[in-house]
Each structure stands twice: as structure tokens, then as C-alpha cells.
């Protein structure tokens, strides 16, 4: 669903956002589309068990959690950060992953920057036998297809399509299923453009660039502005975001129209890619550093 953002900007622009976090109540907006072809590949090859990596905080995690409980597959779920084992009850994110039936083997995060390596597979298969795996933030060819289907035939009024861009598979899905006359634009979630080669190795056409200026200081990084324009945001339009994503990419799209780096009366359709569930842990860091508050 297509919402129009009720605000007069300048320029005669206007700016749309696609409701994708109302997809689904738990696996939200981009990660149900990344879900959806992975768990169809995992029934045909008759596995029993989602094995996947992510976070603390992460979107995907919750996403795997769900979608194991509702297709009836067990979840496993390697998280970075062995100190995190004991505190799940502190993790809205996690309590919620566990809440749901996943099982987390937690390790440190030497061992997690290894948990592609052949070692660290093996491992896994004769700890926990067969398994279907999904990489960490749900990026493969099965994910892209899904996020081919965000875009639909009616999109192509648009001039511009903007979203927020993790590992670069939204994007990538985005960017196949768009006219070649639309320009889409990501914007980065985290420091540093190693982006570009993974999204360029998906893609089917070059309409698209990222934008890195709207990070915030990196990946889970927030500034007291960005929480400010959230909360103004939200209280003028109705719409929540979240801080890892989809509050970075409005932000640089508000800045970019007021910059005039979008040509006059262009249309612009933002994505809401979800992510709603990371505010209660980002709130919980900002309370405890007396920062104000997401209001939901
Ligand atoms: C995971 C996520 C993204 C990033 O998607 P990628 O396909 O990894 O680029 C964007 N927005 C939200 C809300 C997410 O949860």
C-alpha cells in the first residue's frame, strides 16, 4: 500500500511511502519478502530445521524466529556476542526470538567473523545435523526474488524509489523489478561503501546508487537528531520508523529535497521496509544514557 506523505515540500515535490512493515504482524516488511522463496526452497528440500546468524538487535533474527514457528520449522540462531547469553532477558529482540522457539548458540565474536569458514560449518552440521541455511540478514538469490515483488507495474509513475539499504539485498530486488527510466536510491545503514560490489552483483541494470551521508555514525549508531526527526515524523504523518533503517533513509530524503537534489515536481516513493521491533531495544540503550525516548 502506497501512502501519501501530507506535507507541502519545495520544489512541487511529492513523496509516497509503501507500507511494506504492515505486511506482516512479527516478520516485517523487507525480511518477509526475503523469507518468503527461502522457506519454500527449505520445504521442497525437506528440511526440518532454519539455521541462521545475526545481532542483537537484528531485524532478521525475530523475522527467522516467526516464520519458524508459523511454517513449522525449528529456528537456530548463531548470535554474535557471547556476553549476550545471559542477558536475553534484558534484549526485547532476543526474548522475543526465544519467546517464539528459537535456539541460540551464542559466540564471540572472533568466532562469528569465522561463521562462514568451512571449520565453523562443520561444526555446526555435527552439532545440529541437517539444517537449511539462510545467510546473516537473509541476503541470497531466493531473497532477491521476494524483494523483486515489492515493486508492482503501478510503481512506475515514480521517479525516484528510495529505501534502506543493510546488505543489499532490498535494493538488488528493488532495482530488477524497476523501470529503467526510475532512479533508486539506497541509503546505507552502516559505514563504508563495500555495498556496491554486492548489490552490482544482483542487479540486472545500473539505474541506482547508494548514498552514504545518513548513517549517523554507523551501523545501530544514533544521534539525538535523528531520534528528534522520528518522533516529528511520527507525530505529523501517523508513521512509525525505526532508527537502524528506515528513520536514516526518510531523514535523507527530507535533507536531500531541501538540498534541491531532486529536480522539480519529481515524485518520490520511499519503502518501509519495517524493523519496528528494534525501538524497545534502542529505547532501552537511550534510557539508560538519559536520551530521550522513541515514541510509539
Ligand atoms: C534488514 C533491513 C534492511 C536492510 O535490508 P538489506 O536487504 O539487508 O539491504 C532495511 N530495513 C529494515 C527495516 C531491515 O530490517
Not at 76 to 92: F, Q, V, W, Y
Amino acid at each position: 500500500m502506497n501512502q501519501k506523505i501530507n506535507q507541502e515540500f519545495p520544489h512541487e515535490i511529492s513523496l509516497y511511502i509503501k507500507r511494506e512493515d504492515l505486511l506482516h504482524p512479527i516478520i516485517s516488511g523487507n525480511k518477509f519478502r526475503k523469507l518468503k522463496y527461502n522457506l519454500e526452497e527449505a520445504k521442497k528440500q525437506n528440511k526440518k530445521v532454519l539455521l541462521t546468524f545475526g545481532g542483537a538487535f537484528s531485524n532478521h533474527i525475530v523475522a527467522v524466529s516467526a516464520a519458524g514457528k508459523e511454517f513449522g520449522f525449528h529456528a537456530i540462531g548463531i548470535i554474535r556476542g557471547d556476553e549476550l547469553s545471559n542477558k536475553i532477558a534484558e534484549n526485547p529482540s532476543l526474548l522475543k526470538a526465544q519467546q517464539l522457539g528459537m535456539q541460540f548458540e551464542f559466540v564471540t565474536r572472533e568466532q562469528y567473523r569465522l561463521k562462514d569458514s568451512y571449520e565453523f560449518m562443520e561444526s555446526l552440521s555435527n552439532k545440529y545435523g541437517d539444517f537449511y541455511i539462510i545467510p546473516e540478514g537473509g541476503t541470497n538469490e531466493w531473497a532477491i526474488k521476494g524483494c523483486e515483488e515489492i515493486l508492482t507495474e503501478s510503481d512506475f509513475e515514480f521517479d525516484y524509489i528510495c529505501c534502506a539499504v543493510g546488505t543489499g539485498g532490498t535494493i538488488s530486488g528493488l532495482i530488477n523489478s524497476s523501470d529503467s527510466n526510475q532512479k533508486i536510491i539506497g541509503f546505507s545503514s552502516l559505514k563504508g561503501d563495500f555495498l556496491q560490489n554486492d548489490i552490482a552483483k544482483f542487479a540486472n541494470k545500473q539505474n541506482w546508487s547508494v548514498n552514504c551521508d545518513y548513517h549517523f555514525g554507523g551501523y545501530g549508531k544514533v544521534t539525538d537528531e535523528l531520534i528528534d526527526f522520528i518522533n516529528t515524523f511520527n507525530l505529523n504523518h501517523k508513521i512509525p520508523l525505526d532508527p537502524i533503517y528506515t528513520g536514516k533513509m526518510m531523514f535523507g530524503v527530507f535533507d536531500l529535497i531541501a538540498k534541491g537534489y531532486f529536480p522539480k515536481q519529481s515524485k518520490i516513493l520511499t519503502i518501509h521496509t519495517g524493523g519496528l521491533q528494534g525501538i524497545a531495544g534502542m529505547n532501552n540503550l537511550l534510557q539508560k544514557k538519559g536520551k530521550t525516548t522513541i515514541v510509539i
